[in-house]
């Protein structure tokens, strides 16, 4: 609980720490703050916890967007990015179709026949010279 409570990082607004407030300054105030209010830390860290969420999956761009974005590459002269763009395929929705898909892709088999049972081949010196 105590590392927790102490080396959480802050929420970041858009700018790192601010230079009047370094992140040793920071922990050293938890620290001071620990050993008078442990559980307002505690409350702190449960509330930072519930503040982080998983992003959305990003949208598939439509294909007006994919032909703008090849056509700015182009006029940059870069050909190979404009053909990445133009050749990637997209990223396959979470779907049950699509497990079942990749699951075909990859079928299950017996399992190998195991290794049959041979001695260890010993070295001795009069073998090796």
């Known amino acids: 609980m105590y590392p927790k409570c102490i080396l959480w990082t802050p929420v970041r607004g858009g700018s790192r720490l601010s230079k009047k407030r370094s992140m040793a300054d920071l922990v050293k105030a938890r620290i001071a703050k620990w050993k008078s209010d442990p559980d307002s830390l505690w409350k702190d860290v449960v509330e930072r916890s519930k503040k982080l969420t998983v992003a959305a999956a990003p949208t598939r761009p439509d294909n007006s967007r994919v032909e703008a974005t090849v056509i700015a590459a182009l006029r940059l002269g870069d050909v190979?990015?404009?053909?990445?763009?133009?050749?990637?395929?997209?990223?396959?929705?979470?779907?049950?179709?699509?497990?079942?898909?990749?699951?075909?892709?990859?079928?299950?088999?017996?399992?190998?026949a195991p290794v049959p049972p041979h001695e260890v081949v010993r070295f001795t010196q009069d073998v090796c010279l």
């Open 80 to 112: 190979r990015k404009a053909l990445q763009l133009l050749n990637s395929a997209p990223i396959a929705p979470k779907t049950e179709a699509t497990l079942n898909a990749l699951k075909s892709l990859h079928p299950t088999g017996p399992n190998p």
